[in-house]
């Protein structure tokens, strides 16, 4: 499989004996499985799944072929250190920013190894997806985009933002998708200003903008998208400022393709507002696959260019406190020429 | 207030100067801020939680009296860094299950700081609950047990398990409920074999014994319950094994109350149904709060004793590979004479 030999080619070339990963999502990209818990040890040339009881079945179902599943009971430490010492592994990666300080010093403690803090290693493996990925991809991002459709019918005066979550978020389930891929955000009139707004029970009312932030899992891979609704017409202010942003995403998905820095298309988003006098505090977007959030992240500090087949989000927003907020946010797979767009649902201001 | 209390006292005890709280439910718990990132550093008399722009006006609103909040900017780093240097402290307690190797190695490196690594230092004061803790996670077992009756209805012949859980976590929302506290099984058939039998799309048969554990978070504080449904009649050995568990939970129940330790209650359980050649390969239960899984965990090696107000769960199964499972869970509250049950559902199997 291309993903593992990337994965020994890296291994090799860090120089190092083997990778403790901790992270549960490199673990399903390296095995396939897809269960909550479980270790895996890298060798140069091995994958060892370790996992308990409850696991095991599962884990032999699932894992690619040449995954080794091992059951441990009894003390994680002792297994892995034996594994270690079988293997006669001395240079031993970790996931610095994964592995929680008590792991790490307890396999710190095992005598004649030496651990090399590395950061992501293999997210930025899984940063360009395969032809299974994309698919997994572009099936969560149909699957939330006919739920929403779907779930636009119960937006009316009157309606809890949470009333609004509850009928999405069934729909993804009765569309085929495994759950959401975050908490979906509802975040009406003032509410909108909050860019992390969590549904509440705020009742909605007409004529305010509702930011709706949503997402579902298929297959373990993640969709990520945000519209912005409003029952009746909304404030005239709030016109221009939503035209700005749909300016803005065109430009975003104008401008990027494989080849370009991160961080280039994020000024040039952020160039556009700067001339209107407009800006906003977050990134302009980020990686999505196997978690919401992943590697390339698009924010003036990234220092990742676009290759092709990645999938990445470009989310423009403005946020006026005490009045309110609005957002774009598409799910796209980056190509030499441009973008595929996997999310077909207007731009527009959609008046429920 | 008194879990600050209980806070400072045991910073006091172990002679540390402060902790570095990296867990977001340990955050939540000393200062009542609900959102998803954040940092907290207590000194021996001040609690400071440090937070992004993202989060500031959230945690303005939210947090106790008494609480600092404090919006960084640029470098987590420094910014910690600058607080630890200008509140003198050296003796710095560390959260070591909780914190990342990365975080760790940053702050060891500020210079005179000793970091001294502390496990379950917030969990364990966590563990008895209050009034308004114990309020929160009776409302969640209320919502659970209610939208488990009225999705009751829904479980036909056919159905998928996938459709089960739209329809549970659907009425979650509707009847006043947050989100699920984790993601709700529904084994049915050989599936009930596993005990984390996450839904899948397999069709409901009938006369096969259906698993559906379930639990929803109301303030932030979850539920989890466990009853076994049957489309009709199940096998007819199924039905001795399920009076066996039956019998086990009325033995945990019956045994359960403060003074009364963790592993004993764990050991009175596994002993009935050893006479009966019977075992199950989980801990009894666990505590349930702010998680759905934490101190004090009810297993045979458990250090816990049950105290006045701790909110448990006693939760035996017993599974058959390859023909069938079968589990009863409870979230209770442990008394001086007893437990109060919060889950206000049969104990029978259910035939839907």
Known sequence: MERREKFFEKISKNNIDGLFVSCISNIRYLTNFSGEEGYLLSTQNELLLIVDSRFIEQAKKETFTGVDVLEYSGKINDFIENLIKERHIHWLGIEKERIS????????????????????????????????????????????????????????????????????????????????????????????????????????????????????????????????????????????????????????????????????????VREYLKEKGLSFGHGLGHGVGLEIHEPPYINANSTYTLEENMAITIEPGLYFPDRFGMRLEDTLIVKNDGTDQLIDLTHELIIA
């Open 101 to 268: 300080f008590n792991i790490y010093s307890n396999i710190e403690n095992f005598g004649s190894i030496k651990l090399v803090p590395l950061s992501d290693f293999v997210e930025t493996i899984r940063m360009v997806k395969d032809y299974d990925e994309i698919k997994n991809i572009s099936s969560a991002c149909k699957i939330s985009s006919k739920s929403f459709n779907e779930a636009l019918q119960f937006i009316k005066e009157g309606v809890t933002e949470r009333d609004v979550v509850a009928e999405l978020e069934y729909r993804f389930k009765k569309n085929g998708g495994e759950k959401p891929s975050f908490d979906t955000i509802v975040a009406s009139g003032e509410r909108g200003a909050f860019p992390h707004g969590v549904a509440s029970d705020k009742k909605i009312e007409a004529h305010e903008p509702i930011v709706i932030d949503f997402g579902v899992f298929y297959m373990g891979y993640a969709s990520d998208t945000t519209r912005t609704v409003c029952i009746g017409e909304p404030p005239e202010e709030f016109k221009n400022y939503y035209r700005a942003v749909q300016e803005a995403q065109n430009i975003g998905q104008y401008f990027a393709k494989a080849g370009l820095k991160a961080s280039e298309l994020d000024k040039k």
